[in-house]
């Protein structure tokens, strides 16, 4: 069975780290892009990350470039997105999510993904 599984999720203060892993199981990660998306409460679920399969290309939203760093290791069948200096907006649901592609065109389109995560918990308070 074809799935993506979220992890690394938690409670983290304002500045703080933490990182997300996406491990896939029923197919190899390495022949296609994957994405990462965030859902906050009220709002539309918008990309944040992207990585080609090779993990050659990457692309990031404006409010996450410069902090987060997303990679991945296709020997485990992981991506992993590394999240710095959190800031209380980042506090939100995240998602990954197989491209049905192995580029990273049109990367923040829901509509170019096929499979997605349950999703992992992320809040950034004091």
């Known amino acids: 069975q074809l799935q993506l599984v979220e992890s690394g999720g938690g409670l983290v203060q304002p500045g703080g780290s933490l990182r997300l892993s996406c491990a896939a199981s029923?197919?190899?990660?390495?022949?296609?892009?994957i994405g990462w998306f965030r859902q906050a409460p009220g709002k539309e679920r918008e990309g944040i990350s992207v990585?080609?399969?090779?993990?050659?290309?990457?692309n990031y939203a404006d409010s996450v470039k410069g902090r987060f760093i997303i990679s991945r290791d296709n020997a485990e069948n992981t991506v992993y997105l590394q999240m710095n200096r959190l800031k209380p907006e980042d506090t939100a649901v995240y998602y990954c999510?197989?491209?049905?592609?192995?580029?990273?065109?049109?990367?923040?389109?829901?509509?170019?993904?096929?499979?997605w995560g349950q999703g992992t918990q992320v809040t950034v308070s004091s």
């Open positions: 999510a197989r491209k049905r592609s192995s580029n990273v065109l049109l990367w923040a389109f829901r509509s170019r993904y096929d499979y």
């Open positions: 029923g197919f190899s990660l390495d022949s296609y892009a």
């Open positions: 990585i080609s399969s090779g993990g050659g290309t990457t």
